[in-house]
């Protein structure tokens, strides 16, 4: 349980570099597993929520591979075959993207795109 934690935990200290008042509230909060995220800010992709709760791994990929990385539609096969990779060796890919002012962890097809 501690260790499933630890990725909760880190996600919501990111929240406080995009939001500096979070880091006094993601200081004083017990971050532990719940059908909620960490903070307000963080939204987990119910794929992601559950494979924490369940104690599976978890592989946190970046998202700048799609966003200045790579050529369109490059960037987005290699994004997708990239978690097909994590998927095949029984880990859950968490890529991370900020959207629309929120921290997503674990995006759909289309927020890939």
Same mark, same amino acid.
């Given at each position: 349980?501690?260790?499933?934690a630890?990725p909760?935990?880190r ?7 995009v939001?500096?008042r979070?880091?006094a509230?993601?200081?004083a ?6 059908s909620?995220a960490?903070h307000?800010?963080? *939204?987990l ?8 709760k369940? $104690? !599976?791994?978890? +592989?946190? &990929? ?12 490059q960037?987005?096969d ?10 095949? *060796? ?7 993207a900020?959207l629309? $002012? !929120?921290?997503? +962890?674990? &995006?759909?097809n289309?927020?890939?795109?």
């Open positions: 349980e501690m260790a499933a630890r909760q935990t996600l919501a200290r990111l929240a406080g570099h939001v500096p979070a880091i509230q993601v200081c909060m017990e971050v532990k597993i719940s909620n960490p307000p800010m963080v *939204h992709s119910p794929e992601v929520q559950s494979a924490l369940q $104690g !599976k791994p978890v +592989v946190a &990929l970046e998202s700048t591979i799609i966003s200045h990385g790579m050529p369109y539609p960037n987005v290699t994004a997708r075959s990239v978690e097909a990779v994590v998927r095949k *060796h029984g880990a859950t890919p968490a890529t991370i900020i629309d $002012g !929120k921290i997503l +962890v674990g &995006l759909k289309d927020q890939l795109e």
